[in-house]
Nanobody
Framework: QVQLVESGGGLVQPGGSLRLSCAASRTTFSISTMGWYRQAPGKQRELVAT???????NYADSVKGRFTISRDNAKNTMYLQVNSLKPEDTAVYYCNARYFTISGTHDIWGQGTQVTVTS
């Protein structure tokens, strides 16, 4: 079973930056499409960005040009560089790993890291 641990969240002023990390406990990371999702208070969890095993990326329109997702398969770690932060980016950010086996699709979630953008 893959375990995911996020880190790097915090309190930041509008326009600031953070680097979120997601460390995976197993080499299953290398066969997983990885993603960042976020959930603001009172709202549904939403996709932020995903990155495939071949490093193809996909972003939500709201973060394009400001956020960058990347992965280091040698370190079993995924990153999200978040720049030009806005108050509406405030949310708990969750790491996700999705991989496929003969038994089906597997979705693994981290515990989340809080990002708060406020002046």
């Amino acid at each position: 079973q893959v375990q995911l641990v996020e880190s790097g969240g915090g309190l930041v002023q509008p326009g600031g930056s953070l680097r979120l990390s997601c460390a995976a406990s197993r080499t299953t990371f290398s066969i997983s499409t990885m993603g960042w999702y976020r959930q603001a208070p009172g709202k549904q969890r939403e996709l932020v960005a995903t990155i495939t095993t071949t490093s193809n990326t996909n972003y939500a329109d709201s973060v394009k040009g400001r956020f960058t997702i990347s992965r280091d398969n040698a370190k079993n770690t995924m990153y999200l560089q978040v720049n030009s932060l806005k108050p509406e980016d405030t949310a708990v950010y969750y790491c996700n790993a999705r991989y496929f086996t003969i038994s089906g699709t597997h979705d693994i979630w981290g515990q989340g890291t809080q990002v708060t953008v406020t002046s």
